[in-house]
């Protein structure tokens, strides 16, 4: 079952006619905001691709920004050099030294692949843009002039409060705490005496405390002698001496024997 269209409404003649004189009519009473080129330089972004710069102690000549080009418009030459061993015996070792890097912009896409994919920080995106020339020949930049748009590339945007810090910054601060260590004095220990007498001093048994060992042990009873028993009333204490009782066995001198009573 097809769904049911809602009835469109009735088109006023001469609707589209109004709405457009309607914009116009806006837009005649504000004011212009065309800025006033090149008295008024324009406020570009910090990540406007305008030109590219070459920091040339950086680059090691891995051609990798010329393969991966999509126009083809950077030159490369180098040539080879024997750098003699650090340490003796050690062996020579051949590094490549930069002749010539040109950018020919009248080719540049402005794509940024040889941005991205250098791994040693030796181009940069710089916001300036006014460099048209007459004649197309002057648009291939040689080093030189690629080092002099190094001066006009804006500094990176600060971090965000809570972002990680970048791995250089952490890479090269932990390498000059660690030269720093090295070349400090080495401190001395607070406790190096207490130790030093802590280790003269002999060792305890590890079961024994130090007021076990001073205090004296109480005499413990033999294995053929009988225990103590309770104290009684009539009994010594250990600070009272033992009074002189009779036996019972033994009668009192004042009373007679038994059988001596008829004796008598």
């Given amino acids: 079952m097809a769904a049911s269209l809602p009835p469109s409404r009735p088109r006023i003649p001469g609707s589209g006619l ?3 004189l309607a914009v116009t009519l806006r837009t005649m009473t504000k004011k212009s905001v065309t800025a006033q080129y090149p008295d008024a330089q324009p406020d570009l972004p910090p990540r406007t691709r ?14 990798l920004c ?4 999509p126009d083809w418009c950077i030159y490369i030459d180098s040539h080879k050099e024997t750098v003699p061993a650090a340490t003796p015996g050690g062996r ?23 941005i991205e994919v250098c791994p040693f920080d030796a181009l940069f ?7 048209a020339e007459t004649d197309i020949r002057d648009l291939t930049h040689e080093r030189d002039k690629l080092r002099e748009w190094m001066w006009t590339v804006p500094a990176p945007p600060a971090l965000d409060p809570g972002a990680e810090e970048p791995k250089e910054l952490a890479t090269a601060r932990k390498t000059a705490d660690k ?6 004095p080495p401190a ?3 406790h190096a005496d207490e130790q030093a007498r802590a280790a003269e001093q002999p060792t305890r048994p590890q079961g024994d405390s130090k007021q076990q060992t ?28 033992k009074r002189d009782q009779p036996k019972p066995d033994q009668p009192k001198p004042d009373q007679p024997k038994p059988g001596q009573e008829g004796l008598e």
């Fill in 66 to 69: 010329a393969r991966e080009c």
């Fill in 50 to 63: 305008g030109v590219i710069g070459l920091f040339e102690e950086n680059c090691t000549v891995c051609m």
């Fill in 92 to 114: 020579e070792r051949s590094r490549n030294v930069l002749d010539r890097f040109a950018i020919d912009f009248s080719l540049c896409m402005y794509c940024g692949i040889c």
């Fill in 214 to 241: 001073d205090q004296p042990k109480p005499d413990h009873p033999r294995p053929g002698d009988s225990a103590p028993g309770p104290l009684t009333s009539g009994d010594a204490t250990p600070d009272q001496p």
């Fill in 188 to 190: 001395t220990e607070p």
């Fill in 179 to 184: 030269l720093a260590a090295q070349q400090a």
């Fill in 125 to 131: 995106w710089s916001p300036e843009f006014e460099y």
């Fill in 18 to 20: 109004a709405k457009g």
